[in-house]
């Protein structure tokens, strides 16, 4: 399993690269808080999955919705921003606090902050009034479910620290496909 994480990493950072897919011009402090931020992720393990086996679950990520070479631009730059704002309020929750160190947690946060803020300038130039509603159709609603299936499994669990494990690993997963976008 470390393996396959270490792996996981290696292809992240190699496909995190300054000349992205969006067309807006995203800065290259972008690409490296994402790049940081997995690597964030990465650091936050406090327990082996392999002890939280019986707590996995699929939360059917929906990679055909969010493949980038399928995606118009406003699109893509609409679910890379729902993306980076579930992940950011799902680590900025109370019971978030608890199960973190919180030295990796505030830089994950301020990473995924910046990464917000970068994308909203993104967001602006490429979003016309028509596609207001790109928010709530979609693809960008297939990611809000995703989250909505991660909260609920969360308080399922009691917020363990298994779960919180095993959000952990989506969320570095999630974040890592979205760099086709």
Same mark, same amino acid.
């Given at each position: 399993?470390?393996?396959? %994480? ?8 190699? &496909?995190?690269?300054?000349?992205? &897919? ?61 993306? %980076? ?25 301020? @990473? ?21 509603? %790109?928010?709530?159709? @979609? ?38 496909? &979205?760099? &086709?976008?």
């Amino acid at each position: 399993m470390a393996f396959v %994480l270490s792996l996981l990493m290696a292809l992240v950072l190699v &496909s995190y690269s300054p000349g992205g &897919s969006l067309g807006c011009d995203l800065s290259q402090n972008h690409v490296l808080f994402g790049k940081k931020n997995l690597r964030l992720l990465g650091q936050m393990r406090r327990i082996s999955p392999r002890f939280c086996l019986q707590d996995r679950k699929d939360f059917d990520f929906p990679q055909e919705m969010v493949e980038g070479g399928q995606l118009q631009e406003a699109q893509a730059i609409s679910v890379l921003h729902e993306m %980076l704002q579930q992940s950011f309020n799902l680590f900025h929750t109370e019971r978030s606090s608890a199960a973190w160190d919180t030295t990796l947690l505030e830089q994950l946060r301020t @990473g995924l902050h910046q990464q917000l803020v970068d994308l909203d300038a993104c967001l602006g130039q490429v979003m016309g009034e028509e596609d207001s509603a %790109l928010g709530r159709t @979609g693809p960008t609603l297939a990611v809000k479910r995703y989250f909505q299936g991660i909260h609920v499994y969360l308080q399922e669990k009691g917020y363990s620290d298994c779960a919180w494990e095993t959000i952990r690993v989506e969320i570095m997963r999630s974040l890592s496909s &979205s760099t &086709s976008l």
